[in-house]
């Protein structure tokens, strides 16, 4: 019963502090090569630099394309968007004020999300 109760109790830590610290709501994606998104797809003269889980438009009026995660650094990701490879920022100053459960969409600049929602400050 208290091997039950320590796995129990260990596994609702475990996902409290994912929820917490791996969530978008603290700005952070969490991608690895091969991932597949969807970016803005303005180019190199727009800084929203938006990534977001589902296909929208981009809050400066553009469509979200398909992107293929080509690179991981320090906070950043080298996205493939058809034949051009761009850097995006992994860690957004806003988020989707819709929750972790929806598109986990982050940018770089405040307004409206694909999917409707205000997009959010970071914590």
């Excluded at 609702?12 to 994912?18: P, Q, R």
Aim: proline share 1%; charged share 20%; aromatic share 6%.
């Amino acid at each position: 019963m208290r091997k039950f109760f320590v796995l129990t109790l260990t596994l609702v830590l475990a996902a409290g502090a994912y929820w917490v610290y791996a969530g978008p709501a603290n700005g952070k994606m969490a991608l690895k090569v091969g991932d597949e998104v969807n970016a803005c797809g303005c180019g190199t003269a727009c800084a929203c630099q938006t990534i977001s889980n589902q296909k929208g438009k981009c809050h400066c009026g553009h469509d979200l394309v398909k992107a293929t995660v080509a690179k991981v650094g320090d906070g950043t990701a080298d996205l493939k968007i058809g034949n051009e490879t761009r850097t995006f920022k992994t860690v957004g100053k806003f988020v989707c004020g819709c929750g972790d459960n929806c598109c986990q969409t982050i940018s770089q600049s405040a307004g409206k999300c694909g999917c409707g929602k205000d997009l959010v400050a970071a914590k």
